[in-house]
């Protein structure tokens, strides 16, 4: 098996302060401290399971690859993001590359090549798996209130819906105006997406412009631009009143005021930065970095 050499982790702290939008302070120390079981291994979300108070961290496994190489697992960690449990799940089961989740109080969903693992967390297994016919680069997830799944296909320009009473799959929307859609964030009947742009060269990752972020009204299926060219973008979450997302490519954590329409950079510098969770209990953000192997905590502290 495949396996990344074990490396010095890195303790890396991250303090900011936020002033309406301005960041005033920031600073980043990275110092080296023990060795440590990798347990990482292209990291691609955490998520904040409330009731455990731990965080599930998806790893692709195998590098950032996208093979059925049945070598793919989630982590569990505890609330200061120390490994708890390196394997928690999936080397057993033959997980890919799981990518997106999405959490309830007893489930953990999430993404993988062919489609969706629900696990249940108490029993640490995996209860269902919705197949994905024809998904060619399934990568994100969100939940509705009522519990309908809607899942990102990255190529496939198409966003899947798993209905919450019958699991019933089907091909919700499917059109180029999704702009190779990545990350996705539920709100009240709309469901927000972090495009990566318009693919230049198919089968690739380069684009002809950087990625929008939009909203499709859940009734009507209608996309609307919410900020337009923001960047090749990979994972959206909300704290407060603004959303977070991350720029895969170039490296960094932008913050987005819907209302203003305003873009600000609140971290640079990231290598390969992926999808983002907000724990409003912690005040903490989550993300994970494939270009380090490690998952990033940032105090975000946003209020309501
Ligand atoms: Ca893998
Ligand atoms: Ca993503």
Known sequence: MKRTPKMKKLNITLVCA???????????????T????????????????SPSKTWFVSNLGGGISLEKDNNGWITR??????VIDPFWI????????????????????????????????????ITAFYSLPGGEFINDIAMAENGDLYVSDFF??????????????EIWLETEDLLTPDG????????????????????????????????????????????????????????GKYYYIT????????KVDPKKKSVTTILAGLSHPTDPCYSEELGVLAFPQHGTNQVLFFNVGESK
């Not at 960690?77 to 120390?82: F, S, Y």
């Not at 198409?158 to 009473?165: H, N």
């Open 184 to 239: 996705l964030y539920m709100e009240e009947g709309r469901l927000i997406v972090a495009a990566w742009g318009p693919l230049s060269k198919p089968g690739t990752f380069e684009t002809s412009r950087p990625g929008d972020l939009l909203s499709i009204d859940l009734k009507t299926r209608k996309i609307t631009t919410l900020v337009s060219q923001v960047g090749n973008l990979e994972g959206i979450t909300k704290a």
């Open 77 to 82: 960690t505890d609330a200061q993001g120390n």
């Open 34 to 49: 023990q060795e440590v079981q990798q347990a990482y291994d292209a990291p691609d979300q955490a998520v904040w399971h």
């Open 156 to 169: 496939g320009n198409r966003i899947y819906k798993i209905s919450a009473g019958s699991r019933a799959v």
């Open 18 to 32: 936020l002033l309406g939008n301005t960041l005033f302070s920031f600073a980043l120390a990275t110092e080296p």
């Open 90 to 125: 999936g080397k057993e089961e033959g997980m890919h590359a799981p990518s997106g989740m999405i959490i309830t109080d007893q489930y953990l969903y999430a993404c993988d090549r062919e489609g969706v693992h629900q696990i249940d967390i108490e029993k640490q297994e």
């Open 247 to 254: 720029d895969w490519a170039s490296g960094k954590l932008l």
